[in-house]
């Protein structure tokens, strides 16, 4: 039983102190911005939760889209309307974030320790979401390389399959990081019972 509660009180304390998303995001120029954290861009989200990582040390150069066939201005386009999502993304996660920091802050230590079996599912939900994300942020991460190398050679077929790849990627990525928001709301919304 002790484990179970240390496990928890584990976990809310990496909700709390961790940004957030785990995992990131290219910017559409290929920055990383880690899942959105603000300087982190990661997760911002101060990021967490993921512990920050994910694309750090790997930016990319900013693409000269001009230089690309005239149909990759179409990636350009969807890359830039998933950059501008997940900004807004982070701004919910870090206002979220200030919000639980607050409710975990007035608890007292009885309604703390009651809380624990409560919140083991969402606790256990949030840490599975954040791993799946820093997944997709990996597959996204080796098909930007792979979009570089083809670019670079001029193999515009393979260039066009590996950019759509990155989106996908990114597409999923959004996906988890809206049910990690989600999973965070419903953790709020029981501290604030």
């Known amino acids: ?5 240390l496990s928890l009180m584990l976990g809310l304390g990496l909700l709390l102190a961790t940004p957030a998303w785990g995992a990131a995001a290219a910017h559409p120029d290929g920055h990383h911005d880690e899942g959105v954290r603000s300087e982190d861009h990661g997760g911002g989200h101060g990021h967490g939760h993921g512990h920050g990582h994910s694309d750090q040390g790997h930016r990319r150069p900013e693409l000269d889209w001009s230089a690309y066939p005239a149909e990759f201005q179409v990636f350009k386009t969807q890359l830039d309307q998933l950059k501008s999502q997940q900004k807004g993304l982070f701004e919910q996660f870090k206002t979220q974030r200030e919000q639980i ?3 975990h802050d007035k ?3 009885a ?3 009651s809380l ?3 919140m083991k599912d969402l606790v256990t939900k949030l840490k599975a979401t ?3 994300i820093r997944k997709l942020s990996e597959q996204k991460r080796s098909a930007w390389e792979q979009f570089s190398q083809h670019s670079t050679a001029k193999e515009w077929d393979a260039a066009k399959l590996d950019m759509q790849t990155v989106i996908a990627k990114k597409q999923e990525m959004l996906t988890k990081q809206k049910q990690l928001l989600d ?3 419903k953790i709020l919304e029981r501290l604030q019972r």
Request: charged letters at 50%; a positive charge; proline letters at 0%.
């Open 101 to 103: 920091r607050a409710a």
């Open 130 to 132: 954040r791993v799946e």
């Open 107 to 109: 608890l007292s230590e």
């Open 183 to 185: 999973t965070q709301k």
């Open 1 to 5: 039983m002790r484990k179970t509660t």
């Open 111 to 113: 309604k703390r320790k």
């Open 116 to 118: 624990k079996a409560d």
